[in-house]
């Protein structure tokens, strides 16, 4: 199984700030890495599909980068609705399409 | 509106049956799998698996094979998770994705609480 590690597990930031979260795989994943938004009590939101495409409609402070095993997520300036606990998911690896543990980015 | 419903929340004992329905609208539904996904109370995202809505080909990922079963009615547009035998640890939100590019989740169903308690 490829596991997908991210870090920091909770990230305090600020508004306007750029913050950066990272996804590494056990394994090559080539760009089959994608990013999603989660709030609390609502369905997550899919941000970035493979690797840094932005999907319809996401705004572009949004952006993604990364192939093989190493990925980031960058959103900046952040805004207030930012703040959610966001996950990566690699689809490369079927059936088990794995996500990370989260990044939970909280107002410091 | 392209759109995912999911049923309602359930509350179950264990050891009952239950099955939890997703249906697509505004989309054609063949062109598309559907995949579950689990959050566990206060835990992350889990992938379950996913079924094509073709042929009702299901894939499960190895922590769910065997635990739950997939199903697809393509003639009301509507994918199935079944238990046969709940369990206290099937407590979580279940949420059902289809399938967009590169086999990303781009679109959510609401979510369905399933609750098993004694």
């Known amino acids: 199984d490829i596991q997908m590690t991210q870090s920091p597990s909770s990230l305090p930031a600020s508004i306007g700030d750029r913050v950066t979260i990272t996804c590494r795989a056990s394994?090559?994943?080539?760009?089959?890495l994608h990013w999603y938004q989660h709030k609390p009590g609502k369905a997550p939101k899919l941000l970035i599909y493979?690797?840094?495409t932005l999907e319809n409609g996401v705004p572009s402070r949004f952006s993604g980068s990364g192939s093989g095993t190493d990925f980031t997520l960058t959103i900046s300036p952040l805004e207030p609705e930012d703040f959610a606990t966001y996950y990566c998911q690699q689809s490369y690896s079927t059936p088990m399409y794995s996500f990370g543990q989260g990044t939970k980015l909280e107002i410091k | 509106e392209v759109r995912l419903v999911q049923s309602g929340a359930e509350v179950k004992k264990p050891g009952e049956s239950l099955k939890i329905s997703c249906q697509g609208s505004g989309y054609r539904f063949s062109s598309h799998w559907i995949g579950w996904v689990r959050q566990m109370p206060g835990k992350g995202l889990e992938w379950m698996g996913f079924i094509y809505t073709t042929d009702s080909d299901a894939r499960y990922s190895p922590s769910f094979e065997g635990l739950v079963s997939m199903s697809v009615d393509r003639s009301i547009s509507t994918a199935y998770l079944h238990w046969s035998s709940l369990k206290a640890s099937d407590t979580a939100v279940y949420y059902c994705v289809r399938a967009g590019h590169y086999s990303s989740s781009d679109l959510w169903g609401q979510g369905t609480q399933v609750t098993v308690s004694s």
């Open positions: 493979a690797a840094s």
């Open positions: 394994e090559n994943i080539d760009n089959y």
